[in-house]
């Protein structure tokens, strides 16, 4: 389910705001890739934390429980934030790499193989 703002806001405008927010603060600085990168793994475990040791179940409905989604939406922002800042700092057209990537994912996970099975690619 996606919000009226998901459907109205570009990589673009995202990628923008991110960078105008660390260049106010002066923090372009410390986002070297190496740091970025490493936030960025942090604020994933971070998210993880919410659903260790959870089956699958309950993790989805741990993801929507009143009392813990307003973290989950906070981490969730941190990496998306952090991913968006890597890719400003080491000039990445996210939109032209996750194209990228999804089509060579495509060619790797043939739907008629890979539909409804887990395996990775070079076990399907």
Same mark, same amino acid.
């Not at 996606?2 to 705001?17: G, I, M, P, W, Y």
């Not at 260790?52 to 989604?69: C, F, M, V, Y």
């Not at 969730?76 to 996750?98: H, K, P, R, S, T």
């Given at each position: 389910?996606?919000?009226?703002?998901?459907?109205?806001?570009?990589?673009?405008? @995202?990628? *923008?705001?991110? %960078?105008? +927010?660390?260049?106010?603060?002066?923090?372009? *600085? +410390?986002?070297? !890739?190496?740091?970025?990168?490493?936030?960025?793994?942090?604020?994933?475990?971070? %998210?993880?934390?919410? +659903? @260790?040791?959870?089956?699958?179940?309950?993790?989805?409905?741990?993801?929507?429980?009143?009392?813990?989604?307003?973290?989950?939406?906070?981490?969730?922002?941190?990496?998306?934030?952090?991913?968006?800042? +890597?890719?400003?700092?080491?000039?990445?057209? %996210?939109?032209?790499?996750?194209?990228?990537?999804?089509?060579?994912?495509?060619?790797?996970? !043939?739907?008629?193989?890979?539909?409804?099975?887990?395996?990775?690619?070079?076990?399907?």
């Amino acid at each position: 389910m996606s919000s009226a703002a998901d459907a109205t806001t570009t990589l673009a405008d @995202l990628k *923008q705001r991110v %960078l105008a +927010f660390a260049r106010e603060r002066d923090w372009e *600085q +410390f986002h070297s !890739p190496k740091n970025l990168s490493m936030a960025l793994a942090a604020e994933a475990g971070e %998210l993880m934390e919410h +659903f @260790l040791w959870t089956d699958h179940a309950a993790s989805r409905a741990r993801a929507h429980e009143a009392g813990r989604r307003r973290e989950i939406e906070d981490e969730i922002a941190d990496v998306v934030i952090y991913a968006l800042e +890597f890719a400003n700092v080491a000039g990445i057209d %996210l939109a032209a790499a996750i194209a990228t990537k999804l089509a060579a994912n495509a060619k790797k996970y !043939p739907v008629e193989k890979a539909r409804g099975r887990s395996e990775k690619y070079t076990e399907l």
